[in-house]
C-alpha cells in the first residue's frame, strides 16, 4: 500500500471504518500503556524503543556499521518481547478473557459476599496481633485445580475459626497457603509458584514471594501475615501492598473482588450523607421559622 498524501489522509477519516479503525488503535496503546505503568516492562519498554529509535537513525543517516550491528536485532524482538514480557502478556489475556465472559459468567468464583471478606480480614488481624504466619488465596476466574489438588483438600465452610486453626503453628497444615473457592476453603497447605521477579525486596519472604507468584501466573489475589512483623499484605496482579490495617484490607478486598459492591456502597453512603445534611438544613430553617413566629406574636 503507498504512502498517502496528507490530504487523502485526511480525507479518509471521513470513512466511519476509518475513523473506527483510529479508536480501536487508541485503544489498544492505551491498555498496553496502561499494563506496563509502574511495572518493570516499562523501563524494558522504553529500552526497546530507544534500539528502535537508534536503528532508524541508522538506516536514515547511512550509519553502515552501527546499522549491520542492529540489523539482526528485528528478527528477534517478537522472541524477546514474549521472554521479558510473559507475565504482562498473562495477566492482559487472562484480563482480556475476563471482560468478554458470556454474561452469566461474569460473576467470579472468587466473589462470595461480604460475610466471608470479614471472616478473612477478622483472621488476619488476629494472626497478625501474634505474628502467626498466613497466606490465604483466593480463586477467581482462573481455576486453581492444580493449586488445589497438590495440598490438603478440606472443602469446608469458612470461618474465622477454621482459619486461625489451620495457621496455628502446632499443627500441621499451617505450612502452605489456604485456598479459598466461593464460600469454603478448598484446600489448605498448598504450594504455590514463586515469583521470578529479579527487582524485589530482599526483605520479602517465601510466603510473600509465593503470594506475588500465584497472582502473576492467574487473576487470584491473595492475604499474607508476615511471621516475622505481623504486618498484613495484600497481593493482586503481582503487586503487593503492605502493612494494611482492618480497614484498609477489607476496603483493598472489597474493590478487588466486588468493585460493583464498592461503589454501590460508596454511592449508598453519600446518599445517606447528603440526605442527613439537607435533613439538618431542613430542621433548620423550621427552628428558624419557628423563632420568627415567636418574635412575631
Not at 493449586?147 to 502446632?170: C, H, Q, R, W
Request: aromatic share 6%.
Amino acid at each position: 500500500m503507498l504512502l498517502q498524501s496528507p490530504n487523502q489522509y485526511l480525507e479518509s477519516l471521513r470513512e466511519p471504518r476509518n475513523l473506527v479503525d483510529i479508536a480501536l488503535v487508541f485503544l489498544l496503546v492505551y491498555a498496553l500503556l496502561r499494563l506496563i505503568r509502574g511495572t518493570r516492562a516499562a523501563p524494558m519498554a522504553a529500552g526497546i524503543g530507544g534500539l528502535a529509535l537508534l536503528y532508524w537513525t541508522a538506516a536514515r543517516y547511512e550509519l553502515a556499521t552501527l546499522e549491520f550491528i542492529l540489523r539482526p536485532a528485528p528478527l528477534y524482538v517478537g522472541v524477546a518481547i514474549i521472554v521479558l514480557f510473559q507475565n504482562e502478556i498473562r495477566q492482559a489475556l487472562i484480563s482480556f478473557g475476563n471482560r468478554f465472559r458470556m454474561p452469566f459468567l461474569l460473576r467470579h468464583r472468587g466473589q462470595f459476599g461480604e460475610g466471608v471478606y470479614d471472616e478473612i480480614v477478622l483472621a488476619a488481624t488476629t494472626l497478625a496481633s501474634t505474628k502467626t504466619g498466613a497466606l490465604i488465596v483466593v480463586e477467581r476466574g482462573v481455576n486453581l485445580r492444580n493449586v488445589i489438588e497438590g495440598g490438603v483438600k478440606m472443602d469446608a465452610e469458612l470461618s474465622y475459626d477454621l482459619l486461625v486453626t489451620i495457621f496455628n503453628p502446632a499443627t500441621p497444615l499451617h505450612d502452605g497457603a489456604v485456598v479459598i473457592r466461593g464460600h469454603r476453603a478448598a484446600a489448605a497447605a498448598c504450594f504455590l509458584p514463586l515469583t521470578l521477579n529479579p527487582l524485589l525486596s530482599k526483605d520479602l519472604g517465601t510466603r510473600h514471594r509465593a503470594a506475588i507468584g500465584i497472582t502473576e501466573d492467574t487473576d487470584a489475589v491473595a492475604v499474607v501475615v508476615s511471621e516475622e512483623t505481623g504486618l498484613i499484605s495484600f497481593v493482586q496482579a503481582g503487586q503487593i501492598r503492605r502493612g494494611l490495617d482492618g480497614t484498609r484490607l477489607r476496603a483493598a478486598i472489597l474493590d478487588a473482588l466486588e468493585p460493583r459492591a464498592r461503589a454501590s456502597d460508596e454511592r449508598e453512603k453519600k446518599a445517606e450523607a447528603e440526605t442527613e445534611t439537607l435533613k439538618a438544613d431542613v430542621g433548620g430553617q423550621r427552628l428558624d421559622v419557628s423563632s420568627n413566629t415567636t418574635t412575631n406574636l
